[in-house]
């Protein structure tokens, strides 16, 4: 064969082995890109949010593959860059951690405008080393940089860092390099996003939970409010229950005075018809009488202080002040008078004599907490209860007697009958006693008063008496001086009999 031949073999033989072994390191490098994208996206996976995870990942494969002697990821944080994973970084250099403000014209100013990869074959041969710019210049003088190579990070047009790398000899870098550090660049917003994504959902969940314990704190105050509204309740007027769930305290039970309406109402004739009547008559009776006056105390926001069988104790202007509280307690016994009359049907068919009258006196009285550490029971103490019970003894079925002050009150809107001076058990003068005649508001048309003194009848039931404060002399009994309160507290206090 001739050696012209021979040599040509040789040569194509060569560029052979040249081609496959530059194959094979292609290859090879191919494999390594996707073994390193591989651990990488693992890392990602793995990290739960994690960035520093994934960023060291980044930063020690890209470094590796395309073999840069330094270099890291900066992050963006709208003016300067700081430094998130670096790698190798020479020691002079790493003394100097302070943020990066981009410099007009400078690599990381040039990624802020916009370019998408800014390549420096020779840093000192760039414009900003010859112009002695002081990062450039350290980085080349303290670092040794000489090639690098700046990939932004960008989530659409936002940018978000920096993959940089350096190398310390001229040596550019390849565009498979580079592509290669835009694909390691592609990873860290994808791990950013992630790790953006995840503390918004773990910051959603947070206060999703937090709603759920503030819910359930207050599911557990207002089942507790209303427990104890409920018990409260069951011992107190519904009122005061609700004034101390409202003020968080039971200052409101704590003794106090103030001016108010008590009405004392009764069935007349009830006691006979309990001493003759089965259990179970006398329960649905009074079952009966109850659903019809109870509505009508509600209706006019009176405090219920005391009941027992048929009495009712009713007053207004505690434990929440109201206006005009003597002519809502009148227009609420006009009511009851009127709910127990539709009653009286009733009861007059099953053979029952069965009246109702009522007392309401107005004046000063002590209001409080009685009772013992498992019952106790919201009161009002003084002359004027005493008055108003004294009063619903004496009147007669279908009566309501009223004191002077209410009449006074309450006689340019309600017809009013004048009974008369009557003497009543536990006061020491007479009273001037009228009755409520009518339930359509009309100007008061007074009848002369008897001249007559009435007295009270022995075994009235008075319903209770307690202390008032009296008024100026000359007054009424329950307007009397406050040295007249005091003797009527000791002679008046439970006169129930």
């Given at each position: 064969?001739?050696?012209?031949?021979?040599?040509?073999?040789?040569?194509?033989?060569?560029?052979?082995?040249?081609?496959?072994?530059?194959?094979?390191?292609?290859?090879?490098?191919?494999?390594?890109?996707?073994?390193?994208?591989?651990?990488?996206?693992?890392?990602?996976?793995?990290?739960?949010?994690?960035?520093?995870?994934?960023?060291?990942?980044?930063?020690?494969?890209?470094?590796?593959?395309?073999?840069?002697?330094?270099?890291?990821?900066?992050?963006?944080?709208?003016?300067?860059?700081?430094?998130?994973?670096?790698?190798?970084?020479?020691?002079?250099?790493?003394?100097?951690?302070?943020?990066?403000?981009?410099?007009?014209?400078?690599?990381?100013?040039?990624?802020?405008?916009?370019?998408?990869?800014?390549?420096?074959?020779?840093?000192?041969?760039?414009?900003?080393?010859?112009?002695?710019?002081?990062?450039?210049?350290?980085?080349?003088?303290?670092?040794?940089?000489?090639?690098?190579?700046?990939?932004?990070?960008?989530?659409?047009?936002?940018?978000?860092?920096?993959?940089?790398?350096?190398?310390?000899?001229?040596?550019?870098?390849?565009?498979?390099?580079?592509?290669?550090?835009?694909?390691?660049?592609?990873?860290?917003?994808?791990?950013?996003?992630?790790?953006?994504?995840?503390?918004?959902?773990?910051?959603?969940?947070?206060?999703?939970?937090?709603?759920?314990?503030?819910?359930?704190?207050?599911?557990?105050?207002?089942?507790?409010?209303?427990?104890?509204?409920?018990?409260?309740?069951?011992?107190?007027?519904?009122?005061?229950?609700?004034?101390?769930?409202?003020?968080?305290?039971?200052?409101?039970?704590?003794?106090?005075?103030?001016?108010?309406?008590v009405v004392f109402c009764d069935l007349r004739g009830f006691t006979a018809f309990a001493e003759t009547a089965e259990p179970e008559a006398l329960l649905e009776l009074l079952k009966q009488y109850h659903a019809a006056v109870g509505p009508e105390v509600a209706a006019s926001e009176g405090t219920v202080g005391h009941f027992?069988?048929?009495?009712?104790?009713?007053?207004?202007?505690?434990?929440?002040?109201?206006?005009?509280?003597?002519?809502?307690?009148?227009?609420?016994?006009?009511?009851?008078?009127?709910?127990?009359?539709?009653?009286?049907?009733?009861?007059?068919?099953?053979?029952?004599?069965?009246?109702?009258?009522?007392?309401?006196?107005?004046?000063?009285?002590?209001?409080?907490?009685?009772?013992?550490?498992?019952?106790?029971?919201?009161?009002?103490?003084?002359?004027?209860?005493?008055?108003?019970?004294?009063?619903?003894?004496?009147?007669?079925?279908?009566?309501?007697?009223?004191?002077?002050?209410?009449?006074?009150?309450?006689?340019?809107?309600?017809?009013?009958?004048?009974?008369?001076?009557?003497?009543?058990?536990?006061?020491?003068?007479?009273?001037?006693?009228?009755?409520i005649v009518a339930t359509q508001p009309a100007p008061a048309v007074l009848v002369e008063p008897r001249p007559a003194v009435i007295r009270v009848r022995r075994g009235a039931r008075p319903r209770s008496a307690t202390p008032d404060r009296p008024a100026p002399s000359g007054a009424l009994p329950q307007e009397q001086s406050?040295?007249?309160?005091?003797?009527?507290?000791?002679?008046?206090?439970?006169?129930?009999?």
């Amino acid at each position: 064969m001739p050696q012209e031949t021979l040599d040509d073999l040789r040569q194509d033989c060569a560029d052979l082995r040249r081609r496959l072994a530059q194959s094979e390191a292609e290859r090879d490098a191919v494999l390594a890109q996707q073994t390193a994208i591989t651990d990488v996206l693992q890392v990602i996976n793995s990290s739960s949010g994690n960035v520093t995870l994934v960023f060291d990942a980044l930063v020690d494969k890209a470094l590796s593959l395309c073999e840069a002697a330094f270099g890291g990821l900066l992050r963006f944080d709208g003016e300067c860059f700081h430094r998130a994973a670096l790698r190798n970084l020479p020691t002079p250099l790493a003394e100097r951690n302070r943020p990066l403000r981009p410099a007009p014209g400078m690599a990381l100013d040039r990624l802020v405008r916009g370019e998408e990869i800014v390549h420096i074959p020779d840093i000192v041969n760039d414009t900003a080393y010859e112009l002695r710019y002081a990062s450039r210049v350290a980085m080349v003088e303290l670092g040794g940089a000489r090639s690098a190579v700046w990939i932004p990070l960008r989530r659409s047009d936002e940018l978000l860092g920096a993959f940089v790398a350096y190398r310390q000899e001229v040596r550019p870098f390849s565009e498979w390099q580079i592509g290669l550090l835009q694909t390691f660049a592609a990873q860290a917003v994808v791990a950013m996003e992630n790790a953006r994504l995840l503390d918004e959902l773990r910051a959603r969940t947070e206060e999703a939970a937090a709603w759920n314990r503030r819910l359930e704190e207050r599911v557990v105050l207002q089942f507790t409010e209303l427990e104890r509204t409920r018990q409260l309740k069951r011992f107190l007027p519904p009122q005061l229950a609700e004034l101390i769930i409202a003020r968080g305290d039971e200052a409101a039970l704590k003794p106090h005075r103030r001016d108010i309406v008590v009405v004392f109402c009764d069935l007349r004739g009830f006691t006979a018809f309990a001493e003759t009547a089965e259990p179970e008559a006398l329960l649905e009776l009074l079952k009966q009488y109850h659903a019809a006056v109870g509505p009508e105390v509600a209706a006019s926001e009176g405090t219920v202080g005391h009941f027992a069988g048929d009495g009712i104790m009713v007053y207004f202007n505690d434990p929440l002040p109201c206006d005009d509280p003597a002519g809502r307690g009148a227009r609420m016994a006009v009511a009851m008078r009127d709910a127990v009359a539709r009653l009286q049907s009733t009861w007059r068919a099953e053979g029952h004599e069965i009246g109702f009258g009522v007392g309401i006196a107005q004046g000063y009285a002590t209001l409080g907490e009685i009772g013992f550490a498992d019952r106790t029971d919201y009161t009002a103490v003084g002359t004027v209860c005493n008055l108003a019970a004294r009063l619903c003894a004496e009147a007669k079925d279908g009566q309501i007697l009223i004191s002077p002050r209410v009449a006074a009150t309450v006689r340019k809107t309600t017809p009013l009958e004048a009974i008369g001076q009557v003497c009543l058990k536990g006061l020491s003068r007479p009273v001037a006693v009228h009755n409520i005649v009518a339930t359509q508001p009309a100007p008061a048309v007074l009848v002369e008063p008897r001249p007559a003194v009435i007295r009270v009848r022995r075994g009235a039931r008075p319903r209770s008496a307690t202390p008032d404060r009296p008024a100026p002399s000359g007054a009424l009994p329950q307007e009397q001086s406050a040295a007249g309160t005091h003797s009527s507290l000791r002679e008046l206090v439970h006169l129930w009999n």
